[in-house]
Nanobody, 123 residues
Framework: QVQLAESGGTSAQAGGSLSLSCVVS????????MAWFRQAPGKEREAVAG????????EYADSVKGRFTMSRDNDKKTVSLQMNSLKPEDTAMYYC????????????????WGQGTQVTVSS
């Protein structure tokens, strides 16, 4: 059974930091592109960050560049999202996702999704 389990979401003040994690099981993690998406109430889901198979290359949405850092640990089958300098507009449900190809493009479908973890940033 494939599982992507996000954690770390909570409330934070603007300017603060949070770290999200996603533990993956049931798939060959090392052969999967991983990404973080988010969806705020009333808004479309948007890509936040993506990472390649070895964790050597990342891609970020313009809205989070310089503030968020995505990483992966293939031994622990985990991806993380370090979020600094948080803004109220970062408030959303955050999801991790996996697919076999297209690590840094965001376009197209992802094969596997987690249930999400809520991040709320107050001003």
């Amino acid at each position: 059974q494939v599982q992507l389990a996000e954690s770390g979401g909570t409330s934070a003040q603007a300017g603060g930091s949070l770290s999200l994690s996603c533990v993956v099981s049931g798939i060959n993690f090392k052969s999967k592109c991983m990404a973080w998406f988010r969806q705020a109430p009333g808004k479309e889901r948007e890509a936040v960050a993506g990472i390649d198979y070895l964790g050597l290359t990342t891609e970020y949405a313009d809205s989070v560049k310089g503030r968020f850092t995505m990483s992966r640990d293939n031994d622990k089958k985990t991806v993380s999202l370090q979020m600094n300098s948080l803004k109220p507009e970062d408030t959303a449900m955050y999801y991790c996702a996996a697919r076999a190809f297209g690590c840094l493009t965001f376009q197209g479908d992802y094969d596997y999704w987690g249930q999400g973890t809520q991040v709320t940033v107050s001003s």
